[in-house]
T-cell receptor
Framework: AQSVAQPEDQVNVAEGNPLTVKCTYS??????LFWYVQYPNRGLQFLLK??????LVKGSYGFEAEFNKSQTSFHLKKPSALVSDSALYFC????????????FGTGTLLAVQP | DADVTQTPRNRITKTGKRIMLECSQT?????MYWYRQDPGLGLRLIYY???????NKGEISDGYSVSRQAQAKFSLSLESAIPNQTALYFC???????????FGEGSRLTVL
């Protein structure tokens, strides 16, 4: 069965430093991977996705993610963190079955200190 | 106006009551979903629908039912609410099977 794992419940980073939020996946076929962000009291917002092509995917708000097939990872990155990036981040993978529904990780809380 | 609108945004109810959460969308997407979010568990799929005549159970459908009244409307019902259904509920839409989900703002339900 398809799944994603976010090994860190929380990531702390100082403003201006680079940030990484980790995600690993398990799929039986080609992976379709997504990152979402959730700000307090809001719904999830799409950041970026990997379907095929370049391993480095660029998304909204200056975020990018690197697809690594050998390590089955899709880590979210940003070169310079902002306090406003503090939020809950979810990785998701598309199910390979007939429904192609998205399966979400448990989320990682990113806290950026000023 | 939001593309995906959920009502109510907050609801407190008592055990045994019937509750309906409503979702409407202006994106014109055929695919609609209901997810439940619990701390530490991420989002879990309750039900999904690919069109008005197509309703499918997700991974945690017990205790819930849905109705797809029109392409733009997808409502979630709890026939007899119980405390462990206290959670944040999200409706989402999707254009295609490779596309991203578009989420509503969520409906926070508390069952006492």
């Amino acid at each position: 069965a398809q799944s994603v794992a976010q090994p860190e419940d929380q990531v702390n980073v100082a403003e201006g430093n680079p940030l990484t939020v980790k995600c690993t996946y398990s799929v039986s076929g080609n992976p379709y991977l997504f990152w979402y962000v959730q700000y307090p009291n809001r719904g999830l917002q799409f950041l970026l996705k990997y379907i095929t092509g370049d391993n480095l995917v660029k998304g909204s708000y200056g975020f990018e993610a690197e697809f690594n097939k050998s390590q089955t990872s899709f880590h979210l990155k940003k070169p310079s963190a902002l306090v406003s990036d503090s939020a809950l981040y979810f990785c998701a993978v598309r199910d390979d079955g007939a429904t192609n529904k998205l399966i979400f990780g448990t989320g990682t809380l990113l806290a950026v200190q000023p | 106006d939001a593309d995906v609108t959920q009502t109510p945004r907050n609801r407190i109810t008592k055990t045994g009551k019937r509750i309906m959460l409503e979702c409407s969308q202006t994106k014109g997407h055929d695919r609609m979903y209901w997810y439940r979010q619990d701390p530490g568990l991420g989002l879990r799929l309750i039900y999904y629908s690919f069109d008005v005549k197509d309703i499918n159970k997700g991974e945690i459908s017990d205790g819930y039912s849905v109705s797809r009244q029109a392409q733009a409307k997808f409502s979630l019902s709890l026939e007899s609410a119980i405390p462990n259904q206290t959670a944040l509920y999200f409706c989402a839409t999707r254009l295609s099977n490779t596309g991203e989900l578009f989420f509503g703002e969520g409906s926070r339900l508390t069952v006492l």
